[in-house]
C-alpha cells in the first residue's frame, strides 16, 4: 500500500497560468477529499468525493477552481489564472467508507505563485 | 458554526515532562461528531494519532490519550511522560458528517520537546 499519492510536490507558476494537482487515492477507499493549507488559515477543507461523485464543495472558491475525479484511481484539482495568495500546500486525503471519518493524507503539493 | 480551537504553540516542555494540549470544539451542525488528533512528524505527511467517535470515551496510542467529554466540548491532548520523538505538529479535527464526511481541523499546535 503506498499511501495517498501527489503530484507533483512542489509546483511553481507564474501570475495567471494554470496549476493542475494530481492525486492517486488508497486503492478501495470511496471517498477523496481536497485540503488547502497556510499557516494564516490552516487546514481549510475544499471539496470531497464519493464514489467520483461531487458530495460536497463548499470550501471551494467559486471561481478560479475546479476539481473532478474522472475514475476511482485519481483525482485533479485546478486553479485558473493563478494568484499569489492561491500559494499554499494542497493536501489530497482518501477515506474508507464505515471507518468513521478516517483520512489517510498525501505529502500535498507545494504551489508558489510568483 | 463548526470550529476547531487548540492550544497556540509552540509548546515547548523538556522530555520525560507531562504534556497537555487542549482542544474544544463547536458543532452545530451534528451532535456528537467524531472526534480526532492528528500528527505531522517533521519530514512525515499528516496522520492520524487517535480517535473517539463515543462521547465519554477515552482514546490512545502511542502514549497519548484523549476523552471526548460532550460537557466541556473537549478532547484535550494529554501524555504523563514526553520523548523527543513527540516533536511534531498536533492537530485536533472534528467530523461532522456519516461515515466519510469532511473533517473540521484546529490550527494545530508544534510540540517541541528538548532533551
Known amino acids: 500500500n503506498a499511501g495517498v499519492i501527489q503530484t507533483p510536490r512542489h509546483k511553481v507558476t507564474g501570475k495567471g497560468q494554470e496549476a493542475t494537482l494530481w492525486c492517486e487515492p488508497i486503492s478501495g477507499h470511496s471517498a477523496v477529499f481536497w485540503y488547502r493549507q497556510t499557516i494564516v488559515q490552516g487546514l481549510e477543507f475544499l471539496t470531497y468525493f464519493r464514489n467520483q461523485a461531487p458530495i460536497d464543495d463548499s470550501g471551494m472558491p467559486k471561481e478560479r477552481f475546479s476539481a473532478q475525479m474522472p475514475n476511482q484511481s485519481h483525482s485533479t484539482l485546478k486553479i485558473q489564472s493563478t494568484q499569489p495568495q492561491d500559494s499554499a500546500v494542497y493536501l489530497c486525503?482518501?477515506?474508507?467508507?464505515?471507518?468513521?471519518?478516517?483520512?489517510?493524507f498525501g505529502a500535498g503539493t507545494r504551489l508558489s505563485v510568483l | 458554526g463548526d470550529s476547531v480551537t487548540q492550544t497556540e504553540g509552540p509548546v515547548t516542555v523538556s522530555e520525560s515532562e507531562s504534556l497537555i494540549i487542549n482542544c474544544t470544539y463547536s458543532a452545530t451542525s451534528i451532535a456528537y461528531p467524531n472526534l480526532f488528533w492528528y500528527v505531522r512528524y517533521p519530514g512525515e505527511g499528516l496522520q492520524l494519532l487517535l480517535k473517539v467517535i463515543t462521547a465519554g470515551q477515552k482514546g490512545s496510542s502511542r502514549g497519548f490519550e484523549a476523552t471526548y467529554n460532550k460537557e466541556t466540548t473537549s478532547f484535550h491532548l494529554q501524555k504523563a511522560s514526553v520523548q523527543e520523538s513527540d516533536s511534531a505538529v498536533y492537530y485536533c479535527?472534528?467530523?461532522?458528517?456519516?461515515?466519510?464526511?469532511?473533517?473540521?481541523f484546529g490550527l494545530g499546535t508544534t510540540l517541541q520537546v528538548q532533551p
Open positions: 486525503a482518501s477515506s474508507l467508507e464505515g471507518v468513521g471519518n478516517t483520512l489517510y
Open positions: 479535527a472534528l467530523g461532522l458528517t456519516g461515515n466519510t464526511g469532511k473533517l473540521i
